[in-house]
């Protein structure tokens, strides 16, 4: 069973900085695109960041310049440098992967990030 786990939560500060990590197991990682999710209270679950197979990435509008979506194929990790967190990144944070060559996805369970003073 495949299952994502993600770490690095918490509390943060406005203008601080946070990363999360996400160890996915148990599958090709390095045929996997690997995205980060997240969803607040009474909204819908909205794509953050994606990295491909090929290293390529991609960002939603409202993080660009402030977020880095990274991997480590050969820890099987996928990993989101946040920094610069505003109060409206307060979330669950979800890792995704999702395979490049067939109908395979894994999400993790979440992990919370609260901006606040």
């Known amino acids: 069973q495949v299952q994502p786990v993600e770490f690095g939560g918490g509390l943060v500060q406005p203008g601080g900085s946070l990363i999360l990590a996400c160890q996915v197991s148990?599958?090709?990682?390095?045929?996997?695109?690997l995205n980060w999710h997240r969803q607040a209270p009474g909204e819908q679950r909205q794509l953050v960041a994606h990295?491909?197979?090929?290293?390529?990435?991609d960002y939603a509008d409202s993080v660009k310049g402030r977020f880095t979506i990274s991997r480590d194929n050969a820890k099987d990790m996928v990993y989101l440098q946040m920094n610069s967190l505003r109060p409206e990144d307060t979330a669950v944070y979800f890792c995704?992967?999702?395979?490049?060559?067939?109908?395979?996805?894994?999400w993790g369970q979440g992990t919370q990030v609260t901006v606040s003073s």
């Open positions: 995704n992967a999702k395979s490049d060559y067939g109908s395979w996805e894994y």
């Open positions: 990295i491909s197979s090929t290293h390529k990435t």
């Open positions: 148990g599958l090709e990682f390095d045929l996997y695109t």
